[in-house]
């Protein structure tokens, strides 16, 4: 199975520049790339200042930061930034017309071996891949947010995906120091639809008044050890990403457990979309 040298992510945003981090500190040479340059830098600058924490916190020497950053490029040109990519891992929003297109000007541009990767958290792998000549060489590579810390990633295999590129996947996973699932290409796949209900209950919870939003995170973190508790996740996620998924999986699957509750569209039309914008179920420093 061919090792994975260079690796290019598209969308400099909070999973791309995460993405793109992790990979550069597993020693391949990785291309960003955005829409603009302001984007890019914006993403570089991201990754400096979590590099900088992760010296404050004795997690890597000051060495390694400038190793990583080394390995990191800025690529402007998507055309440029695929050429000669072995692994193209796509980080933008949750829109299935984007993504597409995007997916069109990578197969364009990009070596016919390349594995091209979704980090979709809820789209449908078969649809993005429809818009390429190489179905079969088209995954999800759902990563979770932050990228750095979060060991999971979520391996999606398509109607067309091959055995070898799910492998491939898998050990580009692995390369970058996750831990892989495979899953096959259903709404919301596995980590989305369990996590998604968890979070859309603890809402109506909240609007029911059953208790406040960090009690009823604190019944998950101290009675069920999760590392989290589901409103403050939300808050990082961003409401309105939750919103976006929420609506995708309830038009669907149906039924009651993904439809979005009044809390969070309130939320979102009043901009409370969590830490990004100082506020959601939490208060926030901007």
């Given at each position: 199975?061919s090792?994975?040298?260079?690796?290019?992510?598209?969308?400099?945003?909070?999973?791309?520049?995460?993405i793109?981090?992790?990979?550069?500190?597993?020693?391949?040479?990785?291309l960003l790339h955005?829409?603009?340059?302001?984007?890019?830098?914006?993403g570089?600058?991201n990754?400096?200042?979590s590099?900088?924490?992760a010296?404050?916190k004795?997690?890597?020497?000051?060495?390694?930061?400038?190793?990583?950053?080394?390995?990191l490029h800025a690529?402007?040109d998507?055309?440029?930034a695929v050429?000669?990519?072995?692994?193209?891992i796509?980080?933008?929003?949750?829109?299935l017309?984007?993504?597409?297109?995007?997916?069109r000007e990578?197969?364009?541009?990009?070596p016919?071996?390349?594995?091209?990767?979704?980090?979709?958290s809820?789209l449908?792998?078969s649809r993005?891949a429809?818009?390429t000549?190489?179905?079969?060489?088209v995954?999800g590579?759902?990563f979770?947010?932050?990228?750095p810390?979060m060991?999971?990633?979520?391996?999606?295999r398509g109607?067309r995906?091959?055995?070898?590129a799910?492998?491939?996947?898998?050990?580009?996973?692995?390369?970058?120091?996750?831990?892989?699932i495979?899953v096959?290409?259903f709404p919301?796949?596995a980590s989305?639809?369990l996590?998604?209900?968890l979070?859309l209950?603890?809402?109506r919870?909240?609007?029911?008044?059953?208790a406040?939003a960090e009690d009823?995170?604190?019944?998950?973190t101290?009675?069920y050890r999760?590392?989290?508790?589901p409103?403050?996740?939300?808050?990082?996620?961003g409401l309105?990403?939750?919103?976006?998924?929420?609506?995708?999986?309830?038009?669907?699957?149906?039924?009651?457990a993904?439809?979005?509750?009044?809390?969070l569209?309130?939320f979102v039309?009043?901009g409370?979309?969590?830490?990004?914008?100082g506020?959601?179920?939490y208060e926030w420093?901007?």
């Amino acid at each position: 199975m061919s090792e994975v040298k260079r690796l290019t992510v598209i969308g400099a945003g909070t999973m791309g520049h995460g993405i793109a981090q992790v990979a550069a500190a597993a020693g391949i040479e990785v291309l960003l790339h955005d829409v603009s340059a302001e984007m890019i830098e914006r993403g570089l600058g991201n990754v400096h200042a979590s590099l900088a924490r992760a010296i404050e916190k004795g997690r890597i020497t000051p060495a390694q930061k400038l190793a990583v950053l080394q390995r990191l490029h800025a690529a402007p040109d998507l055309a440029q930034a695929v050429a000669q990519a072995d692994v193209v891992i796509e980080a933008v929003p949750e829109s299935l017309e984007l993504k597409q297109r995007i997916f069109r000007e990578i197969d364009a541009a990009s070596p016919d071996e390349a594995l091209l990767a979704s980090n979709t958290s809820s789209l449908s792998i078969s649809r993005i891949a429809e818009a390429t000549r190489r179905a079969e060489r088209v995954v999800g590579l759902h990563f979770f947010n932050p990228v750095p810390v979060m060991a999971l990633v979520e391996v999606v295999r398509g109607a067309r995906t091959s055995d070898e590129a799910t492998a491939r996947a898998v050990a580009c996973a692995t390369a970058l120091g996750k831990e892989a699932i495979v899953v096959r290409d259903f709404p919301g796949f596995a980590s989305s639809r369990l996590g998604l209900v968890l979070g859309l209950e603890a809402m109506r919870m909240l609007e029911q008044g059953v208790a406040s939003a960090e009690d009823i995170d604190k019944a998950m973190t101290l009675g069920y050890r999760h590392p989290m508790g589901p409103l403050r996740l939300t808050d990082l996620v961003g409401l309105d990403v939750r919103l976006a998924i929420a609506e995708h999986l309830h038009r669907e699957l149906g039924g009651d457990a993904f439809r979005p509750p009044d809390i969070l569209r309130r939320f979102v039309a009043e901009g409370r979309l969590g830490r990004k914008s100082g506020r959601g179920f939490y208060e926030w420093e901007t």
